[in-house]
């Protein structure tokens, strides 16, 4: 059974920095494509970013150049790192593998609140 | 980058009647269109790919139809644990794979 667990997530004032993780057992993280997808409260789903099995790496433009999609593949773990964060930024961040585009597995997610 | 646009916003059904919900894309897609479905406090779940294909376990009664930038999400009798929110997402320019912005299937 596959199963994404994040972790990571809390509250933090604007400006900081947060770092997600995402635990995978039952898929491994560098033969899949995974994503970040977020929902902010009460509205729909935006996608984030995503890590290629390659280790190529995209961003969406409302996150480029602030957070950094990364792996660990001795401990099967994907990582969202998280700079200069925003009110905006204030969601729920869904950790999403698969084989290729499509968002086969999603974890359980983590919230994330950016506020003073 | 393209964009999706769902109607309508909210569907109200009865349990044991059809529900027929709409996805279209600002520019063709292809059939590179999947379905989700969200319930509250849970995350998503794919439920159709490549416009018309059910993904793993998902029942019968969610078929898909369409190609290019009309896409169509049906239900064919409703069930109890069926009223959620559905989001459609194209992967045909990918990334970002955009999604719509969702439709929420609510009790009549």
């Known amino acids: 059974e596959v199963q994404l667990v994040e972790s990571g997530g809390g509250l933090v004032q604007p400006g900081g920095s947060l770092r997600l993780s995402c635990a995978a057992s039952g898929f491994t993280v560098s033969s899949n494509y995974m994503s970040w997808v977020r929902q902010a409260p009460g509205k729909g789903l935006e996608w984030v970013s995503v890590i290629y099995s390659g280790g190529s790496t995209y961003y969406a433009d409302s996150v480029k150049g602030r957070f950094t999609i990364s792996r660990d593949n001795s401990k099967n773990t994907l990582y969202l790192q998280m700079n200069s964060l925003r009110a905006e930024d204030t969601a729920v961040y869904y950790c999403?593998?698969?084989?290729?585009?499509?968002?086969?597995?999603w974890g359980q997610g983590t919230l994330v609140t950016v506020s003073s | 980058e393209i964009v999706m646009t769902q109607s309508p916003a909210t569907l109200s059904v009865s349990p044991g009647e059809r529900a027929t919900l709409s996805c279209r894309a600002s520019q063709s897609v292809s059939s590179n269109l999947a379905w989700y479905q969200q319930k509250p406090g849970q995350a998503p779940r794919l439920l159709i790919y490549?416009?018309?294909t059910r993904a793993t376990g998902i029942p019968a009664r969610f078929s898909g139809s369409g190609s290019g930038t009309e896409f169509t999400l049906t239900i064919s009798s409703l069930q109890s644990e069926d009223f959620a929110v559905y989001y459609c997402q194209q992967y045909n320019n990918w990334p970002p794979g955009t999604f719509g912005p969702g439709t929420k299937v609510d009790i009549k």
């Open positions: 490549g416009a018309s």
């Open positions: 999403v593998g698969g084989s290729g585009v499509l968002f086969d597995y």
